[in-house]
């Protein structure tokens, strides 16, 4: 079982960046493909983005494409998300997640071990 630690969330201002990290051990971390999810209050989670084990694939949700992007670090078993141009909309508790290579990458059933979120606010 993989367990993970975010980090890096906070308050900034809109049009703001901010960069979060993704600690992992146990497992083969490298061989995981990594997901980034998010959740605001009263929603739903929702799926933000998703980079597979080499870092040569990634996947982005409609709303963050072109602002978010996703990189990882097998040796250092850590994934990052570089948030920029931040909008209120963004603000939600973000989670990263690992599973298996296969499957939905955009599908939260698709992974097997979740962090315990970092909270980011983005105030208008």
């Known amino acids: 079982q993989v367990q993970l630690v975010e980090s890096g969330g906070g308050l900034v201002q809109a049009g703001g960046s901010l960069k979060l990290s993704c600690a992992a051990s146990g497992g083969t971390v490298s061989t995981y493909r990594m997901g980034w999810f998010r959740q605001a209050p009263g929603k739903e989670r929702e799926f933000v983005g998703a980079?597979?084990?080499?870092?040569?694939?990634?996947y982005y949700a409609d709303s963050v494409k072109g602002r978010f992007s996703i990189s990882r670090d097998n040796a250092k078993k850590t994934v990052y998300l570089q948030m920029n141009s931040l909008k209120s909309e963004d603000t939600a508790v973000y989670y990263c997640?690992?599973?298996?290579?296969?499957?939905?990458?955009?599908?939260?059933?698709?992974?097997?071990?979740w962090g315990q979120g970092t909270q980011v606010t983005v105030s208008s």
């Open positions: 980079i597979n084990w080499s870092g040569s694939v990634t």
């Open positions: 997640a690992a599973g298996a290579a296969w499957g939905e990458a955009r599908h939260p059933k698709s992974y097997a071990s």
